[in-house]
């Protein structure tokens, strides 16, 4: 279960007005505060604390001043006019993230406290799983990528995005464990909280699991998925989301496809499999700026990975060999993926090794 953090946000204003609506903006976001009055600072409470909101009242106090606190990140000075220069550059003096004004700033600050509230971290590598053509087998390497990641200790929420495909939690042996299912998220608005979507979901094999149900049920509006997906990346690690193909105009997968990092489509290893597929990675590619092909064996008519992505024009993220009892093994309860020394857990270990790393490099460069 995911834990929200156990500090306090720490807030510093003698402006009774502010502090008002400083505490109340942290009891909608389900966030306990602590105010700090007088100076100096106790430097404990401000290292400590997850968030520090500074009304422009006590900017002063941070910079410069006998017993100011060092300086740390996470410190936002919240001002009323923004057309007061002097806020401004008492923010930059006393070096804070954000200068943000009331009323106007009041969601965007909700949110900055909740993330704050539930420990938020980078946010989760996402990746789409699509397929080329009927039968690819996207949804079993949706479910591999999310077993792998899981064991390997790493945060996975896997996202079944086909309201037809029948639901991801029987690919993964858990129909009938407790949980939401999207008809459950199908009516959120606005800003959905990470650790109770976490807390609310299947845990089958270390995986979050968003699935369908079995029931008869309108499919989730763009709405609901922007709200949804954006509550599972925040709290890092990775989000599999698996799209079913030709619905790339739905308003639905659009919201997905916008927050996906890369996306894989799962092509077949013949020529029936590439013709379909290329019109789907056509449209794909109009949304994301990151889209490769993984080749699914057996590889009997002659083209290998490398010539079908080129025949697709996209990059290769990998071949897939046939996996020997895959079938039998998903019936008995073993999830796709589980099998160590399967092809499928050898080609998503590499995979999460490469793109992990890979968003690394990106991150030391940015």
């Not at 858990?174 to 009516?187: D, S």
């Not at 079938?327 to 490469?354: H, I, K, N, T």
Request: hydrophobic share 45%; glycine share 14%.
């Amino acid at each position: 279960m995911a834990e929200t953090t156990t500090e306090p946000i720490l807030i510093l204003t003698e402006d009774a007005r502010l502090l008002d609506d400083l505490l109340r903006l942290c009891a909608a976001a389900g966030a306990e505060a602590e105010v700090a009055h007088g100076a100096p600072v106790n430097e404990s409470a401000w290292r400590a604390a997850p968030l520090v909101l500074v009304g422009e009242d006590r900017a002063a106090h941070l910079h410069g001043a006998a017993g100011a606190p060092p300086r740390r990140p996470g410190v936002l000075l919240v001002g009323r006019d923004p057309e007061r220069r002097e806020v401004w550059e008492r923010g930059i003096r006393a070096g804070a993230e954000q200068v943000v004004f009331l009323p106007e700033a009041e969601p965007w600050l909700a949110g900055r406290i909740a993330d704050a509230a539930e420990g938020a971290a980078e946010q989760a590598l996402t990746i789409s799983v699509t397929a080329g053509r009927g039968g690819a087998g996207a949804s079993t390497l949706a479910c591999a990528l999310a077993v792998t990641a899981a064991r390997s200790g790493r945060r996975a929420v896997l996202v079944d995005g086909d309201p037809l495909g029948g639901g991801l939690d029987v690919l993964l042996g858990g129909e009938t464990v407790e949980g939401l299912r999207w008809p459950a998220f199908a009516g959120s608005r606005g800003r959905v909280g990470a650790v109770a979507l976490e807390d609310a979901l299947p845990r089958l094999h270390g995986v979050h699991v968003l699935s369908w149900g079995r029931a008869d049920a309108p499919g989730a509006g763009a709405e609901a998925t922007r709200s949804v997906l954006a509550a599972a990346r925040r709290r890092g690690g990775v989000v599999v989301v698996d799209l079913p193909r030709g619905a790339e105009r739905d308003g639905a997968v659009c919201e997905a496809l916008a927050q996906v990092d890369l996306g894989l489509l799962v092509v077949p290893a013949e020529l029936r499999g590439v013709a379909a597929s290329g019109r789907v990675a056509a449209r794909l590619s109009t949304a994301l700026n990151d889209l490769r092909a993984v080749v699914r064996g057996p590889f009997g008519s002659g083209l290998g990975g490398g010539e079908v992505a080129r025949l697709l024009r996209l990059p290769l993220a990998g071949e897939l060999p046939a996996e020997d009892g895959l079938r039998s093994a998903v019936e008995r309860g073993v999830p796709p993926g589980a099998v160590r020394g399967g092809p499928l857990a050898r080609f998503c270990s590499g995979f999460w090794e490469q793109a992990l790393a890979a968003r690394e490099q990106a991150g030391a460069a940015a």
